[in-house]
Structure formats: C-alpha cells, structure tokens
C-alpha cells in the first residue's frame, strides 16, 4: 500500500468520524406529558402521512380566521364515526390521573371519554384522530395552555391547534421522551450510537496512527538510504581528500615493524626508498598526522597554480608541469604503490604501509617502543624521526574573535590550495602577510592566476624594504618588487597589520601605516617552527637557538633513532650548527639517515640547494649559507648587442637592519654606467663569511648548482670574484 492510499483512508476515516461526533439532534422545544405522547403513538404514521399531504390545505385554512366573513372551523355530521377500537386502546392505555391540569385543559379523564363516538375530519371525512385530541369550539374562548400564545386574543382554529399537537408530538417522538420502555430504548439507541461514534474515532485514530507510523518508517527509510548515501559519498570525499584514518583504529596496527618512520613527508619517504634498497624484504611502517599519503610541498606555491587542473572539489590527482616540461603527480607514488597497515606482518616481500592520521604522543629510545596519542604502543627496531614543521601564525590573529578567525588560514597543504583556490575562482581578494619564500611566490603565483580568471585583487604585505630580503641583496630585493608590482601584486612594504575587523563579509585590516584593506582572506606566511612536541616525553635534546632535534653527524639523536628534515638540527663542518628548511635538504638528509638505518654509518656532509620562481622573469637557485646579513658580491650581465658588459654590486651589512654600503667595482672585461636603469637579468651573487664563499645565489641561471657547490667546499678566499663569476657563464 503506498503513502497515498493510507493518506487517503486517514482523511476519509477523519472526516467521517468529524460528521458522527457534530451530528446535530434536534431537541425539543418541550416535552409533552407521557399520556399524550402514548396516546399518539398507535396513529404517528397515518397521521404523518396525512399531516404531509394536507399541508397546502390547513395553511390556506390558517388564513381563514383573518377574515370575519369565513368560518374555518366546521362540523360535519355526516362524517361523524364511532370508532370504540381506537377509543379502547386510548382508555386502556393512557393513565389520566398522570396528566397535569397546567400542561392539558382537559378537566378529568371521564370528561375525555364522555364523547367518544365523534369524529371530526375535513370535507373529504378522512380520520383525523380521537376527539380527546381535539379542541371543541366552545373551548376557544379558553385557549389552550399546551404551547398557545396567552397574549393572542383571537378563538385558535382546532385545526389548527390539532396539528400543531401532533407535529409537537411528532417531534417529541424524535426527543429523548419521558420515561417508560420507549424512553430506554430511546437511551439504548443513544448509548449504541455514542459507542458508534467512539468505535469510529477510535478506528479514524487507529488509521492515523498506522498511516502517521507507515509515513515516518517510510520517511526514515529513505533518510537512512540517503544518509547511506550521503555517508558513503562523505567517505569518498574524506578518502580523496584525505581525511580519515587508515587503518580505523590503532589496534589495527601491526604491534612490532622492524622499520619505523615518525612523520609522513619528503624525509621520510625518502628514507623508505633507501632502506628498501639495502633491504629488499623490509617492512616499514610510516605514521603520519596527516590524511594523505606522503607528497611534496613546492609545487603547492609554484607549478600547480601555472598547471590546469578539473574544477574538482577536492582534486583526486594534483598534476603539475615540472620546468622541464614533464608533468607529474604531487604524490610521490599512487596508493597501489603501498601495502595496508592489516597485511604488513603477513607481507612476503615487505613493503610501507601508511598509517594515516595518528600522532606519535613519544618515542622510548631505550625500550624501542613508540606510543601513539591513544596510548598504543608498537616496537621497533629502527625509528626515524621525520615530523617536519608547521607554518607559524601571527599572535594577534591567534587572539582574534572567531568571526575573524574564520578568514585567517596558513598555507601548507593540499586542503589550503583547495581553499585558496576556490577564493580566486569566486575573484576574491586575497591579502598574503609575509615576504619570505611561500609568501613571495604564492603572491606572484596567485596574481598570474587571478589575471587568467579575472579573478580578485592580491595584496602582500610586510614590514620589510622589499621581496625576499632575508635571502637577497637590498638592491635585489627591491628591484624584485617592482618586478612583482608589474606581474599585478599590489606590494605594501613597510608596513604591518595593527588590527584586524570583520563586518559581514569581508576584513577590515588597519595597518600601521594609515592605510586600510578591504579583503576576503588572509594567507599568513610568516615561516615555519620544527615540530618537536614529543620531545620531552621522549627525553631528546632540543637546539635552544635553532630549534629542532639536535643529532650527530650521522643523523642519529639516540641509538637506533635518528632524524632527518626540517626537524633535524644537525652540525655542518664547515658552516657549524644549522637547520635547513629546504625540499633538498629533506631528500638527502632522509635518504642519509634511510641508509644509516640500514648499517652504512656515514655522515652527513652535504650542502643542500633551493630555488624560487617569482613570475616568468625571475627564478634563482641557492646552494650554502645564503643570508643577506652577509656581505655579498654580485656580478650581473648587461644585455648588449657586440660587448660583453657587467655590473658587479658589493654590499655589505653590519646587521640586518643596517643601511647597505653599495658600491660598483669595474674590473677587467667590466664596464659600468651608472645613468643606466638597474637590469639585474643574468648574475650571480656571493655570499662571504671571512672573506670566504658560504654561499652562492644563481640569479636566472640554472643547471650550475654542481659547480657552486664545488667552491663552497673548497672553503677558499678569492681576491677577484668576477674571475669566479665567469665560470658560471652568465654572458651565455
């Protein structure tokens, strides 16, 4: 049966009920005494059918007492019938002592039995009824006291009071009546129809119970299958996304991995890659806080925002096109690439399993236990610690109210390019707080996406002179922001955000400057801080100035524990102390301590690189210690049609917030014009330290990274740099 039907039967069942429970009973203007009511009984029907047929007739005779000239009121003697049956029955059956003098104008019963044999009746002489029943016409002087108006002076037709008697009694048949066996029949059929009417509101709400309960089984029925539905699509979207636990739930883990690695990043799949192999059948189990399977960062700033991709919410697969011109994935390898956490133990020939979206509470070193946030507890052998770092947020949007919390974000991982992305769809403007690597080429990226889509606004803003300050030269890093100011950023230096205001959609940010912005997001990117929250639980030494695991160098904290990446503060012997935050640096370092973990006990001696895209113009490489509180030497290629010309900058800073001192040094094939604009096209700049080379900056020049590695490690003085600049061939 379907819903409509039992809706259907519900409403007839309810309105028929309805029309039981409001059915009208005429009631009785009043009663007449029980001797009258019995006496009319025997004769109801004939006189009923009589009564109805002579209605025309008596109200036209009704009329007759209007008029002095007509006697309505006749006796016909011929007509005159004795009928003793009838007068039989009235004096058996009526109790004339019951009857009142004030309700009946009848003296005695003797009286009403004096004149039975009359009979009075209309012209045609049809039997009308006993003469008990009718008024003799000596009476009318004396009107009745049964219903008769006292205040009518005129003789009433006994016609007329006949059938007045009668439709009252008739009606007093339909009444309750008084008492006797008809009055409780008539109760009887009073309590029959009340429990009628009882029976059918009772079923009316039976049926709209079943129906209201058939409706909502229904109802929650098909609520169940689209929350079936729903939830199933939810865990699509979570496992695209990421955002669900892999396995369900930590007891699902294996309980002893030979092979551990703490953290789910570029150090730590790296590792996997070098202990797989120098150890074929390995078994490693990766625990990452994250939801997704182990990615790389630089192209989220970078290539994925210059590389289409589906309009997707959220994107299965992040493809970008490297600068070679080959695409990839961001994802280092597919999920079939990875063996369930379940089926690791009872894996043949090994494999990594990912253990998505646990923290790791701290690491025994001593016992070889790790512990989960949830208290689970997996042995090891070997353990990598490779927690990474997370972007830093700014105090005063921290404290701020969460309305305006809710247009605050950092940016780090895929989620956050989802997120921005879809406020560059809708043309939002977008405020970037921070000139560092992220900040710097997300804003140049963002701008040359919101002018392919005629998108919003982009604005950066910092406190600093210029772009990239802590990497490059005053001079360079200013003229980097105009470069970024012709790309479409809208570039405020100098300035900060003193605070920030909500109305119902967008922020108010008040800067210290005076001036105002008007935006719909804020992407703070103001750098990174090691994660190292499991180390005092885990009794591990923390750098106090660097932050990070401090670790010897062979990449090991503790026996049988080591670091890589971000979180590793490791010593350089020729630069001291460091903690490096580069793509680079994480793939060697995680492949060194992969290797160490294996057996190899090398040491990590390697000179990590970086590079930066900042637009179609301007794109650089760094190798070493390269921080502009250094001094520097630059050396750039002038374009030139027949000459080779050059400009070389030397700058030099006491500290970082001290003003440069600039000069240009001609030398040997170097010529210099100081009218001309700066057009820092092709260089390269030095950084010194002693007046040795630390590190080095290849501005627009690539594939030459090897060769500035080389002179770093030469650990040498040089007394012409601009020798040295033309090994990197930056006239070709």
Request: aromatic share 8%; glycine share 6%.
């Amino acid at each position: 049966m379907s819903i409509w039907s039992v809706r259907c039967l519900c409403q007839k069942f309810c309105r028929q009920a309805h029309i039981l429970a409001n059915r009208r009973i005429i009631q009785p203007a009043h009663r007449l005494p029980q001797s009258v009511y019995e006496i009319s009984r025997p004769a109801h029907n004939s006189l009923y059918q009589m009564v109805k047929k002579r209605t025309l007739e008596a109200r036209s005779k009704l009329q007759a007492n209007k008029y002095p000239n007509q006697n309505a009121c006749m006796k016909v003697a011929q007509n005159v019938e004795f009928i003793p049956d009838l007068v039989d029955d009235v004096a058996s059956s009526t109790n004339m002592s019951n009857i009142k003098s004030s309700q009946v104008n009848f003296s005695t019963a003797a009286a009403a039995m004096q004149e039975p044999q009359f009979r009075v009746g209309y012209a045609d002489s049809r039997p009308l009824s006993t003469a008990q029943d009718v008024l003799k016409s000596s009476q009318c002087e004396k009107p009745s006291a049964l219903n008769v108006d006292k205040s009518d002076d005129i003789c009433k037709d006994p016609c007329e009071e006949f059938h007045r008697l009668r439709r009252e009694s008739a009606i007093s048949r339909g009444g309750s009546g008084g008492g006797g066996d008809d009055g409780d029949e008539e109760k009887a059929q009073d309590d029959k129809l009340r429990k009628l009417r009882l029976r059918c509101i009772i079923c009316a709400l039976a049926a709209l119970l079943a129906g209201g309960f058939i409706a909502w089984f229904w109802s929650r029925r098909r609520s169940f299958d689209d929350d079936r539905e729903s939830s199933d699509d939810a865990l699509k979207r979570a496992k695209i996304s990421g955002y669900i636990t892999t396995p369900i739930s930590s007891d699902k883990i294996p309980a002893h991995v030979p092979y551990v690695i703490v953290g789910g990043g570029t150090a730590a799949f790296s590792a996997f890659r070098a202990i797989k192999s120098n150890d074929a059948k390995a078994k490693v189990l990766m625990i990452s806080n994250e939801f997704r399977k182990p990615y790389m960062r630089p192209p989220l700033s970078k290539e994925l925002w210059y590389t289409p991709n589906p309009n997707e919410d959220p994107i299965k697969d992040y493809r970008f096109k490297q600068w070679t011109g080959s695409e990839r994935s961001l994802y280092f390898e597919p999920d079939e690439f990875f063996v369930d956490p379940e089926k690791l133990s009872d894996s043949v020939n090994g494999g990594i399993s990912v253990a998505q979206g646990f923290s790791v509470k701290k690491v025994d070193a001593q016992k070889r236990i790790v512990t989960l946030s949830d208290g689970y507890e997996i042995s090891y052998d070997m353990c990598l610690i490779a927690t990474g770092c997370s972007p830093k947020n700014l105090s005063m949007f921290r404290d701020a109210p969460p309305s305006v919390q809710e247009k605050i974000m950092v940016y780090r991982t895929p989620d956050d390019f989802d997120r921005l992305r879809r406020y560059a769809l809708q043309k939002r403007s977008i405020t970037i707080v921070g000139n560092g690597f992220v900040g710097s080429e997300l804003a140049c990226s963002l701008a040359h996406y919101s002018k392919q889509n005629k998108g919003g606004k982009v604005y950066q803003v910092f406190q600093e002179n210029g772009n990239m300050s802590k990497v490059l030269p005053n001079y360079l890093s200013e003229w980097t922001t105009q470069k970024m100011r012709d790309q479409g950023v809208c570039v405020i230096t100098e300035a900060s955000i003193r605070t920030a205001t909500r109305d119902e959609s967008q922020l108010k940010l008040e800067l210290n400057n005076g001036m105002s912005l008007l935006t719909d997001i804020v992407v703070v990117c103001v750098g990174c801080s090691p994660n190292t929250a499991m180390a005092g639980a885990s009794k591990l030494e923390v750098d106090r100035g660097l932050g990070g695991f401090v670790v010897n160098a062979e990449l090991e904290a503790r026996r049988n524990l080591f670091v890589a990446g971000d979180a590793s503060c490791f010593y350089d012997p020729l630069l001291g102390r460091r903690r490096v935050e580069h793509h680079d640096h994480s793939v060697v370092s995680g492949r060194l301590a992969g290797e160490n973990m294996t057996g190899a006990k090398k040491p990590y001696t390697h000179q990590s690189m970086f590079w930066s895209d900042l637009g179609p113009e301007i794109g650089y490489e760094g190798i070493g210690l390269v921080d502009s509180s250094l001094p520097t030497v630059g050396v750039f290629a002038i374009p030139s049609n027949n000459e080779k010309r050059s400009d070389c900058h030397t700058e030099v800073r006491t500290d970082a917030n001290a003003e440069e001192n600039l000069k240009i040094v001609s030398g040997p094939d170097v010529t210099c014009n100081s009218s001309e604009s700066p057009n820092y096209g092709k260089g390269v700049i030095f950084y010194l330290r002693n007046d040795k080379i630390v590190g080095i900056l290849l501005w627009n020049l690539f594939n030459r990274i090897g060769l500035a590695r080389t002179i770093i490690n030469q650990n040498k003085s040089y007394e012409d740099l601009n020798e040295v600049a033309k090994l990197f061939e930056i006239h070709a």
